[in-house]
């Protein structure tokens, strides 16, 4: 039986700093994948964000590094908890990786809802048949959606305006319930600030986190 889990003790970290870039030179399509960066200095658990031409299966994702070596390290694969496989992947032309470092922490949110994710599809129908087929395409961006309960001087709220109002890429994290699985990815915030309710309710403040490029899931 799958284990059972409950939104509660969800903790929401978003990229307070992002480090300066690493030119990455080189990822083979092998299992594991290696990635080649001569001045990288990541440690293994690290959290990076990637931005790779070529190897679009990489670009714009969030990764933690695994087996780091001088000038080379790994990514962490997020289904077997092992390292990646990129031995099907597109071949790599370029790419730089930056790390993360998850400061900012929202604490005030009542509610997340995720949509999206919703796959596009392509009409195959041939003109010899009588029954339509399609074929998947893209997905679309998968969006987060929060209320708040509203305050203008809270730490949290104050850190996603700012990221709104730059309209900005910033890494998020996601860690349901403590030690439990972890989401991370980058995202573009909306957040105005402004409060909302009805008489005598609860005064919130709606935001979204929507998604540029895929998340990647970790067990813990």
């Known amino acids: 039986m799958s284990a059972v889990r409950k939104m509660s003790n969800v903790a929401v970290a978003m990229q307070s700093a992002l480090a300066a870039p690493k030119t990455i030179t080189a990822i083979t399509k092998a299992a594991p994948g290696v990635l080649s960066s001569d001045t990288h200095g990541y440690a293994n658990g690290d ?53 993360i ?3 900012n922490s929202v604490t005030s949110a009542t509610t997340i809802d995720s949509s999206g994710g919703d ?17 998947p395409t893209s997905a679309n961006p998968i969006v987060k959606s929060m209320e708040l309960l509203w ?26 319930g403590t030690g439990g699985p972890i989401e991370v990815f980058v995202g573009y915030v909306g957040f105005t600030g402004a409060p909302t309710g009805q008489a005598q309710s609860v005064i919130k403040s709606p935001a ?9 899931y970790y067990q813990s």
């Open 47 to 99: 959290y990076i964000m990637l931005e790779i031409q070529g190897m679009a299966q990489l670009n714009n994702r969030v990764f933690r590094v695994a087996n780091q070596a001088v000038g080379t390290f790994e990514l962490e694969d997020t289904l077997t908890g092992t390292v990646l496989d990129t031995s099907a992947f597109d071949d790599f032309s370029s790419g730089t990786a930056k790390k």
């Open 101 to 103: 470092t998850f400061g």
């Open 119 to 135: 796959f596009d599809f392509e009409d195959t129908t041939l003109i010899h048949s009588n029954v339509k087929s399609q074929v």
């Open 151 to 176: 305050d203008v001087a809270n730490a949290g709220q104050i850190a996603l305006k700012a990221a709104s109002d730059a309209q900005e890429l910033r890494a998020f994290k996601f860690t349901y």
């Open 208 to 216: 979204s986190i929507t998604a540029f490029g895929a998340s990647s």
